[in-house]
């Protein structure tokens, strides 16, 4: 199995949450592109490897640096956000990990892992007219036919 596949398959693990299978296979991947190159460990890869180590083994630090050096090489791939914020939910941070989440949708606003995570964690929309309360009538309306 090459790297690319290696890290694929640790990638459709991790979507599953079968978080074990995924290290173990995204551990192999980390020695296949260690044996075979000097360079750092490519973003997508440190992500993975930083999700899996916090969910499968309680490594939360050592998920974190992963995952902050993965936003930090590529910041523009909105699946490393969403893998930053889960591992900060495992940490119970949920202020990081809302601030990830919404991070990666400046990247890709219909990323299906984050919509839902912040679905899940209650978060709402920002108000149209900020100025008047959430449960005035104008800030009804509008959301309701922004919404549709």
Not at 112 to 139: A, D, M, T
């Amino acid at each position: 199995m090459t790297q690319e596949e290696s890290l694929e398959l640790g990638l459709a693990y991790i979507k599953k949450k079968e978080w074990q299978a995924a290290l173990h296979v995204l551990n192999e991947c980390e020695k296949q592109h260690r044996s075979a190159t000097t360079s750092p460990l490519p973003p997508r890869l440190l992500s993975a490897l930083g999700v899996s180590l916090a969910m499968a083994e309680n490594k939360i630090i050592s998920g974190l640096n992963c995952c902050e050096l993965a936003v930090e090489a590529e910041v523009f791939r909105p699946e490393l956000h969403y893998h930053l914020g889960l591992v900060h939910l495992k940490n119970g941070n949920k202020r990081d990990a809302i601030s990830a989440f919404n991070k990666g949708l400046k990247f890709n606003k219909s990323h299906s892992g984050i919509i839902l995570k912040l679905r899940q964690l209650g978060v709402r929309k920002k108000r149209p007219i900020r100025v008047l309360p959430r449960k005035h009538f104008l800030n009804k309306v509008i959301g309701k036919v922004a919404g549709s």
